[in-house]
Structure formats: structure tokens, C-alpha cells
């Protein structure tokens, strides 16, 4: 009888255990993956630099108009050219943009760029020849740069969080030019150009290098963006401008005595720029 019970639970284990290995297994649910993000340049920008700029010892041309002034060129009372090579580091300066990389996190970018920098590249220079009984003979030139902008195209290429480009465009500035000499003898021949400023337009090119610092820096908590709830990168940035404003001649008149004569001074306005700053990135927008 004990022989049978054993027999008989010996196949209804069996049995319960054939019909467990028949029923469908649960599975373990897939282990995720969070994608990990990749930095791209595109978006628009904002942001502060500043600088120093130098010339390049551009000549300032005189030229004699008449006989007289003429002659005082030649014998070297006045010279023809005379260098006004003028230094300094810029105040603030500012700019905006928007850059489009084409493929993210390596690959090319192409941008528009508006930056405006305040130079105060103020120049005064002269030259001194044959003594005058009264002031001597002295001839000064005066030139100022106020501020220099740029409307630029950009092209360059990515390496992640490395950006490397060209850039160049329009250049534009407020620039002021002035001249006033005495002529040497017994009388006093007082020439003045008085003050010209004038609003100059030319050209910019040059290149640069920005780096958007990684989001886990403690720099990035400077971000406006993080207060604002933006999605948004600090990058800094080193850039090297060389500009060109022409040149701009002013008039040189006789002014006492009577007696007609006049000089023309050509300036040029033109030099280097070296800014460096940070921007603001917001890739959300």
C-alpha cells in the first residue's frame, strides 16, 4: 500500500514538473542605454571680449598744393611722409551670432558674426625742423580710432569641443584726423586741417580658435542660461583681425598770413586687432 502512495506521488511530481518546463519563460527586461550626448556649435551666441590693437606704421603723405608748399616738401622743411604707428590695449567690446555645424560633434561650421570694440587708438605726432622766432617750426597730425566693428562671415571646422576658423567681412569705425604746422621765418605762416571725423567703412580678415568648456565645469555656473532654464555653454575664444578703413585726405590751409597756400595730408586707418573673450551658447533655441 506505502509502495503504491510512493509511485503515485512519485509521477504526479513528475508530471507537475513536464508541465512547468511546457509554460512560456519571463524573460529579464532589456537593460537600457542612455545615449550619450554630442556637442554641436550650433546655435546662437552672445558675449564679451577685449583686446589690444596696433598699427602698422601706416605713412601719413604731404603733399604741397602750390609752388611755396610745394617747395617747403622738397627742401625737407615739412616732411613728405611721416609714420604715425600708434599701440594699446581696447576697452570692452562685445558681439552676436549664430553658427550651423553640419555634422555633430566633428565636421564643418559655418556662421554670421557681429562684433563692436572700443579702440580709443588716439595718435598725436609731429616734426620739428628749422627753429621759428615764435613757435618754432612744427607740424603736428592728429588721428583717433574710437571703436571698430565688424560684420563677419565664418568657416572652419569642428573637433568636438575645439573650433577652428577663418573669418572676414565688412569693417567699419569712427575715425578723426587733424594737422597744423608753422612754416619757419620772420613771419608766422600758420596752416591748420582743422578736425575731420567721419564715419569710415573697409574690410576685416583674420582667424581664431574657441573652446566650449565641458557642462560638468564649475565655470558653466556663470551661465546665464542656467538661471533662464536655456540650454546653454560658456566657450571662450582667442581671435587675430587685421582691418582696413581706407585712406582719407585733409585739407591743410593757410590761415595767416593772407596769402594763398595749402598742404594735403592722406592718412591711412588701418592695423591689427588681437580680442580675446568668452561667449555665451545657447544650443536651445
Known sequence: MIRALLLGGTAALVSTAALAADLPRREAPPIAFAPVPVFTWTGFYAGLHTGYAFTDNPNIQTRGNDPFT????????RPASLKSEVDGFSRIGGGFGYNHQFTPGGGFVAGLAFDATWLDLDKRTGFYGAPNPTVGNASVYTQNLDFLGTVNGKL?????RFFVYGTGGLAFGHVSYGADFFNPGATVLQYTGGGRKIFETGYNYGGGIEYAIPVDSFLNYFSVGRWLGIKSDVTIKAEYIRYDLGSRNVLINQTAPV???SYTGRFAT???LIRAGFNYKFSGL
Open 156 to 160: 572652419g571646422y569642428a573637433f568636438d
Open 270 to 272: 588701418e592695423g591689427s
Open 70 to 77: 610745394a617747395s617747403n616738401v622738397t627742401l625737407a622743411r
Open 259 to 261: 596769402p594763398p597756400g
